[in-house]
């Protein structure tokens, strides 16, 4: 991202550019009213004598020649977005016309804005901190309720406040050392080095417990990656179709239809499942099928939940040996299809082939008739969502950045710890400390570079 003037006044679409009913063409920054009222002519005064967080009616002017009949909406420092003057101008949501707008004001004197330039700028302003920036983009890419809420959480400060308190826990110490250097006769470190031991691994804990959110955070954030697994002709494509609700996978009584993946991601009641229909796992001399499998294999390996489906109209079968032999150490839902026929399967016979049934649980299924499939959307909530996710109760990360850095954080408090105990003088190992202060710091933006900045900010949508 280019170098500008802080407050440089931006505009940008904010609506997107897909036709619409209503579209939103949004700027910023010192001048923008003047820059407004360049082409905007309202049905009563001025735009400029108007009061903040109001909205007015009248139109777009490009010289005499009227081009859009619009609502505008004059929001002034330092309540607004961006922490500057902001003017919104809803017009009809026509792609030539939102052009039009935007190229009037940027031929008056503003600046097309670059991606996430509103936001960075309420980054700068101090408005939000680095995290609750990150926190808009990923509620803005959210296609589920829990990834919203957990964005919506981080926006109100959750990780923010957290990373703030961890902080001032190691600058308190940080201080007593300096202060214990600078004035030995009165301030004794040997005394201290054991209360500094226990107080740094109570802040590793809670740094600990942040980085194991992590992966929690992920699957909120993606989804689940869900394998369909199972040997040929058993209903996993008909399942995929039930779940995605049309048919997207080819179904037919011919064993070995599916030799490729077939991915869709499908939000089930809240919950984001990234579903990949595999190949019939079975040994095949077929060159493509077998290319099939092997890719179903992998899938498997690096999913995070497998659906696997019996049949229960010709009983457990030796493939199906194998694939509950898999599933061993993996979140898995054992589904037995085709249960509106006679029974030919136990659930205690499933059992007796696997090592350890904690992490997986056996249900009866009838995808045909729509029999017992609306279990699976409760089942994956119970093994994967907790009440403290659901709710917010505690902060949840989701982003690689935050964990990196928690990570490294974590890593130089280590050895803060290490160094304590080998009898290093307090000079050496508090720098540890500065580092790991410091790394906790970028998460919110406190110390971080610029690069790293526009980088996390190009990432953005354009006109946010």
Do not use: W
């Not at 082409?39 to 007015?56: A, M, P, Q, W």
């Not at 670059?114 to 890419?141: H, P, Q, W, Y």
């Not at 989701?398 to 050895?415: G, I, P, W």
């Not at 570079?449 to 996390?456: L, M, Y």
């Amino acid at each position: 991202m280019d170098t500008y003037r802080l407050d440089d006044p931006i505009c940008a679409i904010s609506s997107g550019l897909a036709p619409s009913g209503i579209g939103i063409v949004r700027m910023s920054g010192e001048g923008c009213i003047d820059i407004a009222e360049k082409i905007i002519k309202l049905k009563n005064g001025k735009l400029s004598d108007k009061e903040s967080h109001t909205i007015h009616y009248g139109h777009i002017y490009d010289g005499d020649k009227m081009v859009d009949e619009i609502m505008v909406i004059l929001m002034r420092a330092p309540h607004t977005y961006t922490k500057e003057d902001v003017v919104e101008i809803n017009c009809h949501g026509g792609p030539y016309i939102m052009n039009k707008i935007l190229y009037l004001l940027a031929g008056n004197g503003a600046r097309i804005a670059d991606r996430g330039e509103f936001t960075k700028r309420a980054f700068l302003n101090g408005r939000i901190d680095l995290s609750k920036a990150e926190a808009v983009m990923d509620l803005i890419a959210s296609e589920s309720e829990y990834a919203a809420s957990n964005s919506i959480s981080q926006i109100e400060g959750s990780l923010y406040k957290e990373i703030v308190s961890i902080r001032e826990d190691l600058l308190y110490n940080i201080a007593y050392i300096e202060a214990g250097l600078d004035d030995p006769e009165h301030i004794d470190l040997d005394e201290y080095q054991e209360t500094l031991v226990s107080k740094v691994k109570e802040i590793i804990l809670r740094v600990d417990k942040l980085i194991s959110s992590y992966d929690n955070g992920k699957i909120i954030k993606e989804g689940i990656t869900t394998g369909i697994i199972g040997k040929p002709n058993v209903g996993k494509s008909s399942l995929l179709n039930y779940l995605v609700g049309h048919e997207r996978a080819i179904v037919t009584d011919v064993a070995g239809t599916t030799r490729d993946t077939v991915e869709e991601t499908v939000n089930l009641d809240g919950i984001l499942l990234k579903l990949i229909d595999t190949a019939g796992i079975r040994e095949s001399s077929d060159v493509v099928e077998a290319i099939g499998i092997n890719k179903a294999k992998e899938i498997y390996e690096n999913a995070d939940l497998i659906l696997l489906l019996l049949d229960n109209s010709v009983g457990i079968t030796e493939e199906d040996k194998k694939l509950l032999g898999l599933i061993n150490n993996k979140k898995a839902i054992i589904l037995i299809n085709k249960t509106d026929v006679d029974n030919k399967i136990e659930e205690s016979e499933i059992k007796s082939f696997l090592e350890d049934d904690n992490n997986v649980h056996i249900v009866e299924i009838s995808v045909k008739n729509n029999i017992g499939v609306d279990k699976i959307s409760n089942i994956i909530k119970e093994m994967f969502y907790n009440d403290e996710i659901k709710y917010n109760d505690e902060v949840c990360i989701s982003n690689v950045r935050h964990k990196t850095l928690l990570d490294e954080a974590k890593a130089h408090l280590e050895e803060v710890i290490n160094a304590v105990m080998d009898g290093v003088p307090e000079d050496i190992y508090s720098v540890d400390m500065y580092i790991s202060y410091a790394k906790l710091g970028e998460i919110i933006g406190m110390d971080t570079g610029e690069d790293v900045v526009n980088e996390i900010f190009s990432k953005f949508c354009m006109g946010k």
